[in-house]
T-cell receptor, first 110, second 114 residues
Framework: GENVEQHPSTLSVQEGDSAVIKCTYSDSASNYFPWYKQELGKRPQLIID?????GEKKDQRIAVTLNKTAKHFSLHITETQPEDSAVYFC?????????FGKGTTLSVSS | DTEVTQTPKHLVMGMTNKKSLKCEQHMGHRAMYWYKQKAKKPPELMFVYSYEKLSINESVPSRFSPECPNSSLLNLHLHALQPEDSALYLC?????????????FGPGTRLTVL
């Protein structure tokens, strides 16, 4: 069945540093890979997504890269700020259901 | 309107109570979802409605009963719940139930079962 592994489970960085979160998936039919940010007590919010016909996508300080051969995709956050502190979930969709990774708790200290 | 709304925000119920969670969206989306999220865990899919018809039921116990009265509304009827059902219940919607359609989440209902 579909499976997505997410690493690391926790990540602590200093303000201004970069943060990278990686997910690997198993279903080669996967073609949609969203990233959600969930602040404490709030809803998951889409921050960026990528489809399988694209290798990289960037939106200001956030970028996502996809390696379909290796079946992994990564979230890159540059110049981190304290407000980036949250839980980040990667997603993977091959059929009709969106499967989430287990989440990464990012802490940015000032 | 680009939001998914949910009521109530919080709900406390006993194991013999019957209650309902409500979800609404006015984005013209034709797919709507119920997820259950436990603390420090990812959302787990429960049900998917596509064009007001139940398309996916992820083997959810019958004490959870979904309903889609129209294309904008989604309900989750609760009856005889167990304490382990306490969680954040999230509703989401997307343009359609297809590959690559972004899902937008509501703020959730935090449910406590005593």
């Amino acid at each position: 069945g579909e499976n997505v592994e997410q690493h690391p489970s926790t990540l602590s960085v200093q303000e201004g540093d970069s943060a990278v979160i990686k997910c690997t998936y198993s279903d080669s039919a996967s073609n949609y890979f969203p990233w959600y940010k969930q602040e404490l007590g709030k809803r998951p919010q889409l921050i960026i997504d990528i489809r399988s016909n694209v290798g990289e996508k960037k939106d200001q300080r956030i970028a996502v890269t996809l390696n379909k051969t290796a079946k992994h995709f990564s979230l890159h956050i540059t110049e981190t700020q304290p407000e980036d502190s949250a839980v980040y979930f990667c997603g993977n969709q091959a059929g009709t259901a969106l499967i989430f990774g287990k989440g990464t708790t990012l802490s940015v200290s000032s | 309107d680009t939001e998914v709304t949910q009521t109530p925000k919080h709900l406390v119920m006993g194991m013999t109570n019957k209650k309902s969670l409500k979800c609404e969206q006015h984005m013209g989306h034709r797919a709507m979802y119920w997820y259950k999220q436990k603390a420090k865990k990812p959302p787990e899919l429960m049900f998917v409605y596509s064009y007001e018809k139940l398309s996916i039921n992820e083997s959810v116990p019958s004490r959870f009963s979904p309903e889609c009265p129209n294309s904008s509304l989604l309900n989750l009827h609760l009856h005889a719940l167990q304490p382990e059902d306490s969680a954040l219940y999230l509703c989401a919607s997307s343009q359609a139930m297809g590959l690559g359609d972004t899902q937008y989440f509501g703020p959730g209902t935090r449910l406590t079962v005593l």
